[in-house]
Each structure stands twice: as structure tokens, then as C-alpha cells.
């Protein structure tokens, strides 16, 4: 049965190993090949991931601020959280087609944040988990792959 969080466990990797996660990521092409960046989370637990983005939405529907890694505001409408999941390890893979072939590129961030676009089920509950966008961190390294024709 799915739940709110399967789109997040695409881009989760429950490793704590960079070059494990770049390899998940850059196998997430083969099932979305028109995508030009694929991110992956890794290096936390996904409970403890979950968890944030839960109490990300509780804390903002009953207007406090706990200590947590994730913030959440509802759009206008009320029909759309935006998370921000903050101090987090990902990588991200970027692809650009030169001369016809795809050629791929993985980094490695850690203290970084993404965004999480997610459903908001009668303006308080948290719905279905829709989007990921990579936002910013600190740079760590260009992560090469081993055994890969593209890299």
C-alpha cells in the first residue's frame, strides 16, 4: 500500500557510503531518462528523515517552533506544504547531452538542504509527497563511479 512518503524513498538512499548513494542516483535515470538532475538523501535514518518532515507540519499547524531540521509553511491556497529539510548529506547528479551522448556529473553536499513539496489535506494534514528540489550545501567532492562506461 502506498503512503505519503514513497515519492521521498526515491530519493533516499539509507547508506552512510557517498559512492552508494551516487550509484542510486545515477540509476534513477534509467526509470526517468528526460530528467537532468537526479538528488539522493543519505546518511540519516529514514525514520528519523520522516519524522522531521512530520514535526515539521505539526510544529507549523500548532503554531510552535520545536527544535527540528525541517520547517513547513502552507502555500496560499492552503494546498501545498513547503518543507525545508535542512543539515542533511545527498548527492546530486546532474546530466547534459554533449555531442549527442549523455555525460553525467555526481556531487557530493553535506549540512545542505532540499525542498519537499508536498500535499496539505484539508489545510493541516500532510498529503502525498509530490516534489524534491535540491537547494544548497557545502560542497564535499565530484564522486566517481566505478565500473561505469559514463563516468
Do not use: C
Amino acid at each position: 500500500m502506498a503512503n505519503q512518503f514513497e515519492f521521498l524513498d526515491k530519493h533516499f538512499d539509507p547508506t552512510d557510503i557517498p559512492e552508494v548513494a551516487a550509484q542510486t542516483a545515477y540509476e534513477r535515470f534509467g526509470n526517468y531518462p528526460n530528467a537532468r538532475v537526479s538528488t539522493v538523501i543519505f546518511g540519516i535514518g529514514w525514520t528519523v528523515l520522516t519524522d522531521s518532515i512530520k514535526h515539521a507540519v505539526l510544529n507549523y499547524v500548532n503554531g510552535g517552533v520545536y527544535g527540528n531540521s525541517a520547517y513547513a509553511t502552507l502555500d496560499m491556497d492552503r494546498n501545498q506544504w513547503n518543507i525545508v529539510l535542512t543539515g542533511l548529506q545527498f548527492v546530486n547528479a546532474t546530466r547534459v547531452v554533449v555531442r549527442g551522448r549523455a555525460e553525467y556529473q555526481i556531487d557530493e553536499y553535506n549540512n545542505g538542504s532540499v525542498f519537499v513539496k508536498a500535499e496539505a489535506l484539508g489545510g493541516q494534514l500532510l498529503g502525498d509527497i509530490v516534489h524534491l528540489e535540491t537547494g544548497f550545501g557545502t560542497w564535499v567532492q565530484e564522486v566517481k563511479l566505478k565500473n561505469s562506461a559514463n563516468f
